[in-house]
Nanobody
Framework: QVQVEESGGGLVQAGGSLRLSCAASASIFSINAMAWFRQAPGKQRELVALITSSGTITYADSVKGRFTISRDNAKNTVYLQMNSLKPDDTAVYLC?????????WGQGTQVTVSS
């Protein structure tokens, strides 16, 4: 059963923008945090942005000022608006949702930024 599903990835030129969406199943209750991670070939998976149920937001230093994470609780959806994209942003972006005891991962969506 797919509990978390991403969309919105693609190929863009440097300086362009993309908006990623992640929809969580309505069967998931009491989500206390949702986040975006990314993983590029040969590199460790890293946290890009996180938003908690209380509204606290954190960003990786590398994306601060360029990316914005937001939530639509009515739709059980989290978004990542990515502006001023750089080739170093190229990676598979994975959505993460966590309840008190269970963590869910999406399958990932590819973002490729050409120079």
């Amino acid at each position: 059963q797919v509990q978390v599903e991403e969309s919105g990835g693609g190929l863009v030129q440097a300086g362009g923008s993309l908006r990623l969406s992640c929809a969580a199943s309505a069967s998931i209750f009491s989500i206390n945090a949702m986040a975006w991670f990314r993983q590029a070939p040969g590199k460790q998976r890293e946290l890009v942005a996180l938003i908690t149920s209380s509204g606290t937001i954190t960003y990786a230093d590398s994306v601060k000022g360029r990316f914005t994470i937001s939530r639509d609780n009515a739709k059980n959806t989290v978004y990542l608006q990515m502006n001023s994209l750089k080739p170093d942003d190229t990676a598979v972006y994975l959505c993460y949702a966590k309840s008190l005891t269970i963590a869910y991962w999406g399958q990932g969506t590819q973002v490729t930024v050409s120079s």
